[in-house]
Nanobody, 126 residues
Framework: QLQLVESGGGLVQPGGSLRLSCAAS????????IGWFRQAPGKEREGVSC????????TYADSVKGRFTITRDNAKNTVYLQMNSLKPEDTAVYYC???????????????????WGKGTLVTVSS
């Protein structure tokens, strides 16, 4: 069964940090660009970050630049999102998603991805 499973969410105070993980099973992430998306209550889903198959190229939403870092470990079939200096407005359900691509170095994540995880809740509050 092909699936992505997110973990690492939770409650954190403003200014704190969390690291989200996205583990794939049933397929290898080597051939997929990976993205992190989030959806806050009452808002549309938005793209947060995307990483190329190579891991060398990344993109970030302006709202998280300088605070979030996306990385991947293809040997572990896992992608990570390190989130620092968290703000209350970062509160959302975070989803990882995978999209097959032949482009090795292009960190483009389309809005419609091939596979999605079920999400992990991140709450930033004092």
């Amino acid at each position: 069964q092909l699936q992505l499973v997110e973990s690492g969410g939770g409650l954190v105070q403003p200014g704190g940090s969390l690291r989200l993980s996205c583990a794939a099973s049933g397929f290898t992430l080597d051939y997929y660009v990976i993205g992190w998306f989030r959806q806050a209550p009452g808002k549309e889903r938005e793209g947060v970050s995307c990483i190329s198959r190579s891991g060398a190229s990344t993109t970030y939403a302006d709202s998280v630049k300088g605070r979030f870092t996306i990385t991947r470990d293809n040997a572990k079939n896992t992608v990570y999102l390190q989130m620092n200096s968290l703000k209350p407005e970062d509160t959302a359900v975070y989803y990882c998603a995978a999209d097959s691509t032949i482009a090795y170095s292009d960190p483009f994540c389309p809005r419609i991805m091939d596979y999605w995880g079920k999400g992990t809740l991140v709450t930033v509050s004092s």
